[in-house]
């Protein structure tokens, strides 16, 4: 929230490369983890790990025009949602998240107000979880704005959560609704008004996402869990990715995939299917679970009553490796996996 | 080497995000590394730090334009380099890389051999040093090629080196030589012919330059050095950051500086002065290293005798926090502590 001052330097090109690496440096907390052997601002960050538990790296490369658009996401925004995207990450896992590295490329023409406001929000949401960066690298860029976190976390190595171990039978449950991020960002790109509670609801549910880490650990310390998974490129998405290295099929229920009443409201309001936003829009950042069917009512209250999250069953798990979605009139349709592709062009999710 | 199937899909935008990343994973080594508890494919790789040890955790975006010109690298030697400039860093501390993320951002035209090739060139450069690709992510992107590698490796706690311990009458060593990378550049971008053997060499180390990591492990091992950083900035840039951080100045003497016959022969051919290039140019990735003075000799006969690795003194650690150059005849200049900046444009070092 801070204004940049108005002298001199303005943007990233004034200040130059090792003048903004030492602008970043300021802006990191410091003391603040014992963990720490060397911080940001040597060849390399150096730190402790907790004895006995396995590490969990992950990274996540965000494009502009892609992942994100400068036109209506703030620098702070756009920081929090990038580390968020990453603790998701960490989060399916059942992991906790330890120290991040954060890469930039950045056009020459980048305010050094917005490369400060963008470490305000990654440092605001690395903060929630007790995380920190520890280091990084900023280079120019051509024209895109580029953003590519590398998150380290650990977790207990008898509870490491992978995708590959849902079973026939399991029951198939989500942390949360689903659908919202997509409808936040169509509501964005028509410049719907943010200031309207519904609207609002759903562009924070894009902009800022909330990494389901505390969920994720506490999924994990009920060991109840086979399989899980983080919803970035939508349910059937996902589900795609768990299945195939499951090696298993699943069956959902279309009336029970949870989809909260602002998702409604604005995919009316935006002629929006919400049922195809909650199954292929992606970036909604819940966390997919299986468990055993008869674990299921268990796992579902105890994760509500650490977190207060609702946890909800939608369907289970079958042998034969199809996708199918059981629909209110009592009809099958096939479920395809597809999810958001980077590759595609916005707009074409 | 091999050559891309003449039948679909030939570029990144025919296979798609998933599919990239799919074809990404069945190309790197398996099954070799017992400390991987979840390898590359899950939502985040997971594995076993060595009891004990320190884990160090670098990153280095190099963007197209800036850092590399597709023009003149090949794919397999761009992923050398990309892998050797994360290498160097965990070098500079002592330590033993383990485990490497790689972010790219690909332009939808980029052959999928491209790639392939890449990945040939990182394995290549991690394998050489026993580490290896545990995790990564692609997306398109609208114009430039961009490689973000996270480097991961560990260290014992007493031997973690850094910047910021040079004492006044230390030795200031360096092993190899210097500014070879930026001949080598400047020939490459003159379009001079590769087989010659004096190009062929300069250019070699510029493409394709070699990570000191054996020769840092020996430096921390002997527990004689007080500082130690790579030269990736320039001789005069690195040594800036050492003096800042540890709070002192350096005497350089230019006629000690290691240069080889190949980049003092090439340099000649075009017209530049090979002293420049080693102060000022760059990319060399050699290691700088303080330590006391009556050791110095110690120092570079043991990493002499490890790994065949030249190591040579060049100056000397003073209080005053000024950096001079003593010349052949003499005289004194000020030495400017500059060095490469990514925001500047190419060719302008």
Redesign the interface.
């Known amino acids: 929230m801070a204004k940049a001052s108005t002298t001199a330097p303005k943007t990233?090109?004034d200040l130059?490369?090792?003048g903004?690496i030492e602008r970043i440096r300021t802006r990191l907390p410091v003391g603040l983890d014992s963990r720490i052997?060397?911080p940001i601002?040597?060849?390399?960050?150096?730190?402790?790990?907790t004895?006995g538990k396995?590490?969990?790296?992950?990274?996540?490369?965000?494009?502009e025009?892609?992942?994100f658009d400068l036109s209506y996401i703030s620098a702070q925004e756009l920081g929090r949602r990038s580390a968020a995207i990453n603790l998701s990450?960490?989060a399916?896992?059942g992991?906790h998240p330890t120290?991040a590295?954060v890469?930039?490329?950045l056009p020459?023409t980048t305010p050094l107000d917005w490369v400060d406001q963008l470490y305000v929000g990654i440092n605001e949401e690395l903060g929630r979880f007790e995380a920190a960066v520890?280091?990084?690298?900023?280079?120019?860029?051509?024209?895109?704005t580029?953003i590519?976190i590398?998150?380290?976390?650990e977790?207990e190595?008898g509870q490491?959560l992978?995708?590959?171990h849902a079973r026939p039978g399991d029951a198939v449950l989500v942390t949360g609704t689903l659908g919202a991020s997509l409808i936040g960002r169509l509501a964005l790109e028509q410049g719907l008004d943010r200031d309207d509670d519904a609207i609002g609801r759903v562009v924070h549910r894009h902009a800022t996402p909330t990494p389901r880490v505390h969920e994720g650990q506490a999924i994990a310390e009920t060991r109840l869990a086979t399989a899980m998974?983080?919803v970035s490129d939508g349910l059937a998405g996902d589900l795609g990715h768990l299945c195939e290295?499951s090696g298993v099929g699943v069956e959902l229920v279309a009336a029970q995939i949870p989809i909260d009443d602002a998702t409604l409201k604005i995919a009316a309001l935006l002629g929006e299917d919400p049922l195809e936003a909650a199954l292929h829009g992606g970036e909604d950042y819940e966390l997919l679970i299986t468990c055993p069917q008869a674990q299921s009512a268990a796992l579902a209250r105890t994760v509500g009553e650490r977190t207060g999250t609702a946890v909800t069953e939608i369907g289970r798990v079958v042998a034969e490796p199809d996708m199918t979605l059981l629909l209110t009139d009592g009809s099958r349709r096939s479920l395809e996996p597809r999810g958001w592709?980077?590759?595609?062009r916005p707009g074409k999710p």
Chains 1, 2 share one sequence.
């Open positions: 990233v090109a130059g490369e090792f903004l052997v060397v601002g040597d060849d390399v960050a150096a730190f402790k790990p004895p396995v590490q969990l790296a992950t990274c996540d490369i965000q494009v025009g892609r992942h990450d960490i399916a896992m992991g120290f590295l890469s930039l490329a020459e520890v280091g990084g690298n900023v280079s120019g860029s051509d024209r895109e580029i590519d590398t998150m380290l976390g977790v190595e490491v992978t995708r590959g998974i983080d290295q592709d980077h590759f595609s």
